[in-house]
């Protein structure tokens, strides 16, 4: 018998096999889900070999699909399976690789079933990149340790890393920093675009270096908040990460006479109805919207935390959208301010909260909103006790951070600057968390 006749019928009954596993033993199931596991390794491993066989005969360069991967594709057609192009390409790529000298190590780590064939063509790929970087007597010690990396179940992402790294200890001298110098050149932070949930969504491409510096940063002010009565953080990696380079922005962009081009955020200006404005304050709905120079709609909630913040310059318009103000530099928290409200508060006020100073914001305890028949000054103490305004005063402004800032807007949460520090109660006047929050007065 004809070596392919015996290839076909040992095949044919693996084929054959799912059609009686009606009579296994429910015992038996465990132990055939780890056979066929084995088998797909091994068929995967034999399809290597036959493509491998193929390419070094020529057998594909004289066929009519001369190309690896639509000679592999076109196979796939002729049994009437699925055309797996992802397989093809990777085939393609050990292919390709294994027709120069010094791999033979890759051919038998594919071809033994070492490595899966999506692997050894990361490897393949790896290999022909690292060999312009390094030079040809590290080739071999580089094959073998691109190798070890995939049979150790290294994911495909972290290859990139791995090269970086082999690029250091064998490459040419200079290269890693050539490389990387190319990177940085290549840094980008696209603007924002809607995607289909109407969140906004921006790409940020940063070569290794910088990379690690904001990783650094973003991971030290993302940890998860334990609040005092051992509750976790109920927000998700993903949220806790965007809050803190909110936070970061916030921070970064905080005016100061001493760092020039600060202060950006004064070019932010939100524009708001004064009737959209105060609803809210005392009703229990929200009412209206806002909207900020970039034409972005804005919750009336939402523009209550951004009237916190000390350069954001709210525009106040009144029924017939005329401006009743134009908040100017008065009304915001100054550079002094913040520095007495990180020595006092010394962190985010919010009970359980340990948010450093300098990534918080300052909040209004009493809404710094203008009466309407004020003409443009701050609300009379009458109206600020009924609840219309505050001043932008020590005594009125607590440090939080925008976690906790969005979620006081939200629920309405109410605090009080006291001798023994900042107290936070719910709108019913129940209080939130066992202890206040210490200040240093």
């Not at 990139?160 to 050149?185: F, T, W």
């Not at 491409?205 to 976790?232: K, Q, Y």
Request: glycine share 8%; with cysteine.
């Amino acid at each position: 018998m004809p070596a392919g006749d015996g290839f076909r019928a040992q095949i044919d009954a693996i084929l054959a096999f799912p059609r009686g596993l009606s009579a296994v033993a429910n015992a038996e199931l465990a132990g055939l889900a780890a056979l066929t596991a084995e088998l797909v390794a091994a068929a995967s491993a034999a399809q290597a070999a036959v493509v491998l066989e193929a390419s070094t005969r020529g057998v594909i360069a004289e066929s009519d699909h001369p190309r690896t991967r639509a000679w592999v594709e076109q196979s796939c057609r002729d049994a009437g399976v699925p055309v797996a192009k992802a397989q093809a390409r990777n085939l393609h790529e050990v292919a390709q690789t294994c027709v120069g000298y010094d791999v033979e190590a890759l051919r038998a780590a594919v071809t033994q079933g070492r490595i899966g064939i999506d692997l050894a063509g990361v490897v393949a790929k790896s290999f022909r990149r690292l060999k312009r970087d390094i030079e040809y007597p590290n080739w071999d010690a580089l094959l073998q340790i691109l190798i070890d990396h995939a049979a150790e179940g290294a994911p495909v992402k972290d290859f990139a890393a791995i090269e970086d790294l082999l690029i250091g200890q064998y490459g040419i001298p200079g290269r890693l920093d050539d490389q990387h110098e190319r990177a940085r050149d290549r840094r980008e932070l696209t603007g924002f675009h809607r995607d289909r949930n109407g969140m906004l969504v921006a790409t940020l491409r940063l070569d290794p270096a910088s990379e690690a510096v904001f990783t650094a940063a973003i991971n030290a002010l993302s940890a998860p908040i334990v609040d005092e009565h051992g509750h976790l953080d109920p927000r998700s990696t993903g949220a806790r990460r965007a809050d803190a380079l909110l936070d970061m922005v916030a921070a970064a962009t905080e005016a100061d006479r001493d760092v020039p081009g600060s202060g950006t955020k004064a070019k932010v200006v939100v524009t708001i109805s004064l009737e959209t404005l105060m609803s809210g304050l005392e009703e229990a709905a929200e009412k209206g919207w806002a909207t900020t120079g970039f034409s972005q709609a804005l919750s009336p909630s939402e523009a209550r935390i951004l009237g916190c913040d000390a350069q954001i310059i709210p525009a106040v318009l009144g029924a017939k959208s005329e401006l009743l103000d134009l908040g100017h530099a008065k009304r915001l928290i100054t550079p002094a301010q913040r520095l007495a409200l990180q020595q006092r508060d010394q962190r985010c006020t919010f009970p359980g909260c340990t948010i450093p100073p300098a990534w918080c914001d300052g909040h209004h305890l009493i809404y710094w909103a203008l009466g309407a028949a004020n003409g443009g000054e701050l609300a009379s103490r009458s109206e600020r006790d009924r609840g219309i305004g505050g001043p932008t005063d020590m005594d009125n402004l607590a440090l939080l951070c925008r976690h906790h800032h969005t979620e006081v807007h939200r629920q309405r949460h109410r605090g009080k600057v006291t001798p023994d520090g900042v107290r936070w109660t719910r709108s019913d006047g129940s209080p939130i968390g066992n202890a206040l929050r210490a200040t240093s007065f």
